[in-house]
T-cell receptor, first 110, second 118 residues
Framework: LAKTTQPISMDSYEGQEVNITCSHNNIATNDYITWYQQFPSQGPRFIIQ???TKVTNEVASLFIPADRKSSTLSLPRVSLSDTAVYYC???????????FGKGTKLSVIP | NAGVTQTPKFQVLKTGQSMTLQCAQD?????MYWYRQDPGMGLRLIYYSASEGTTDKGEVPNGYNVSRLNKREFSLRLESAAPSQTSVYFC?????????????????FGPGTRLTVL
């Protein structure tokens, strides 16, 4: 399964758009990408999932280029409550093969 | 709806002791998972269960055993704890099951168990 690489940490000011990129160079045709958010002392929580191009929901957007070797989670106008660790997950459809990235710690500064 | 619950929240063991981590879900999900989370390592899959009565190894199964007691409950057992098993353990569940076809789904995580092995 594809190995994933994410930045260890990022800082952003309140109100800015934040983009977190995950690299997955060896992604396979039937692999999907999912992003999770984790607050301290809690379990991860689903944010968004996609296969290709762009997916948007009420909290985030996910951009996946045509070659699918990376994906970018976009958080519009972040607030202090978005301070958390964000994980990308590559998961093979129809199987239980999955790999989480090591997480990106996002700190939102007032 | 409690979602996914885990007990205990915290546990300290001595090397060689055994213990069982309990997990239950009330969402009628078919699949259940056990992960460990270590600093700088992300989440790594220990075992999973695609349906009641089946279990399979994940990425890091050594030193652990699991039981899918029924559709709701999935336990993780450490027979002889080692300091290397000091970690935070998360249980998760998802709707899909064996034979559910292609695609992936959303995992719902419990609050975790912080285990220290001395």
């Amino acid at each position: 399964l594809a190995k994933t690489t994410q930045p260890i940490s990022m800082d952003s000011y309140e109100g800015q758009e934040v983009n977190i990129t995950c690299s997955h160079n060896n992604i396979a045709t039937n692999d999907y990408i999912t992003w999770y958010q984790q607050f301290p002392s809690q379990g991860p929580r689903f944010i968004i999932q996609g296969y290709k191009t762009k997916v948007t929901n009420e909290v985030a957007s996910l951009f996946i280029p045509a070659d699918r070797k990376s994906s970018t989670l976009s958080l519009p106008r972040v607030s202090l409550s978005d301070t958390a660790v964000y994980y990308c997950l590559v998961e093979r459809a129809g199987s239980y093969q999955l790999t989480f990235g090591k997480g990106t710690k996002l700190s939102v500064i007032p | 709806n409690a979602g996914v619950t885990q007990t205990p929240k915290f546990q300290v063991l001595k090397t060689g002791q055994s213990m069982t981590l309990q997990c239950a879900q009330d969402m009628n999900h078919n699949s259940m998972y056990w992960y460990r989370q270590d600093p700088g390592m992300g989440l790594r899959l220990i075992y999973y269960s695609a349906s009641e009565g089946t279990t399979d190894k994940g990425e890091v199964p050594n030193g652990y055993n699991v039981s899918r007691l029924n559709k709701r409950e999935f336990s993780l057992r450490l027979e002889s704890a080692a300091p290397s098993q000091t970690s935070v353990y998360f249980c998760a569940s998802s709707e899909r099951g064996l034979g559910s076809g292609g695609g992936v789904d959303t995992q719902y995580f419990g609050p975790g168990t912080r285990l220290t092995v001395l």
